[in-house]
């Protein structure tokens, strides 16, 4: 299957930094990719989709101004969490769509750590 | 009101015994429909697509009952490593996927 990979794999932080994670399709262009963040025996909650060239879509309640995503490119998107918190220590996962399919894929998630 | 509704177990099955997780969805629209697994601290991994006539692969069937809005795994002669979380989704068109808590399994020896 299709390939999706994220760094860093983890990441502890102190409280007021922020924190830019990698999300890259490597065998297949995604002109759509998600990301979400699942809290400990949580579902995984859907935060936004972005689309390649053009702004993201953020579900209701999350801030945009603190989770700054950027889809430059048919195989990268990136989202930072800026100013992080405690509070936003969290498991986010990437995930991509393949050019005109419904599958999506998964990366590998980033574990974030604010301390 | 949830797009998908699982028991979210936990389901203790000893080693060779056969399981099956049920699922609801809400989105009558709905248009394709897959199983997840999802390993503790890990991504989803697409275990399956669940097909209109009911699919087949190895140990694993699916089901699916449009009328009733449901949906099914069978896990026949389970084996310790498929201990995980099962997610089951209800996916319209080419919105995101949307996930559920899923429903534990634990495989004894």
Redesign the interface.
């Known amino acids: 299957g299709a390939v999706v990979s994220q760094h860093p794999s983890w990441v502890i932080c102190k409280s007021g930094t922020s924190v830019k994670i990698e999300c890259r399709s490597l065998d297949f262009q995604a002109t759509t990719m998600f990301w979400y963040r699942q809290f400990p025996k949580q579902s995984l909650m859907l935060m936004a989709t972005s689309n390649e060239g053009s702004k993201a879509t953020y579900e209701q309640g999350v801030e945009k101004d603190k989770f700054l995503i950027n889809h430059a490119s048919l195989t990268l998107s990136t989202l930072t969490v800026t100013s992080a918190h405690p509070e936003d220590s969290s498991f986010y996962i990437c995930s991509a769509r393949d050019l005109g399919k419904e599958t999506q894929y998964f990366g590998p998630g980033t574990r974030l750590l604010v301390l | 009101r949830k797009e998908v509704e699982q028991d979210p177990g936990p389901f203790n099955v000893p080693e060779g015994a056969t399981v099956a997780f049920n699922c609801t969805y809400s989105n009558s629209a709905s248009q394709?429909f897959f199983w997840y697994r999802q390993d503790c601290?890990?991504?989803?991994?697409?275990l399956m697509s669940v097909y209109s006539s009911g699919n087949e692969d190895g140990r694993f069937t699916a089901q699916l009952n449009r009328a009733s809005q449901y949906i099914s795994l069978l896990i026949r002669d389970s084996k310790l490593s498929d201990s995980a979380t099962y997610?089951c989704v209800a996916?319209s068109g080419?919105t995101?996927?949307?996930?559920?808590?899923?429903t534990r399994l634990s495989v004894i020896a």
């Open positions: 394709s601290r890990k991504e989803p991994k697409l997610l996916n080419n995101p996927l949307v996930f559920g808590k899923g």
